[in-house]
């Protein structure tokens, strides 16, 4: 789940209603392609988060994805010091990360280093 570890400008981003595919989840990364959210890929990079589950009317609440916000998640494996400022991929369900280098679209800016897989922070790029 990404949730929100820090923001450079001190007003929130503002979240809106967005039509969506059948099992987006709170907290997962999705992209709004033809004018509906998505669940992102591993190398695709998210301009959303999901805040909430889908009402009646099939409308996502989400918030926009924007280079000013540091989010933090959950890593699925060891995610080293050494990968501090790489890109990482997202995980399979879209909400968390994995050690993953190639294409990464979620730059590393902190970990916890935990065998196995930790809490990271970072931004996507």
């Known amino acids: 789940m990404f949730t929100i570890a820090s ?3 001190g007003a929130v981003e503002p979240f809106c209603y967005l039509p969506g595919g059948e099992g987006l989840v709170p907290g ?3 992209a709004l392609t033809g004018g509906k959210l998505t669940a992102a ?3 695709t990079r998210p301009t ?3 805040i909430g589950p889908a009402r009646p009317d099939g409308l996502y ?3 926009p994805v924007l280079p000013t916000t540091v989010f933090e998640t959950k890593a699925n494996a060891t ?3 050494t990968l501090v400022g790489s890109a990482v991929t997202l995980n399979e369900a879209g909400d ?3 050690a993953t280098t190639a294409s990464g679209v979620f730059r590393i800016l902190a970990t916890d280093g935990q065998d196995g897989g930790g809490t990271v922070r970072g931004c996507f790029i």
């Open 96 to 98: 968390g990360v994995t």
């Open 61 to 63: 609440p989400a918030m």
């Open 7 to 9: 923001r450079a400008i």
């Open 41 to 43: 890929t591993a190398t």
């Open 48 to 50: 959303h988060i999901l």
């Open 28 to 30: 997962a990364a999705a």
């Open 79 to 81: 995610v080293a010091d």
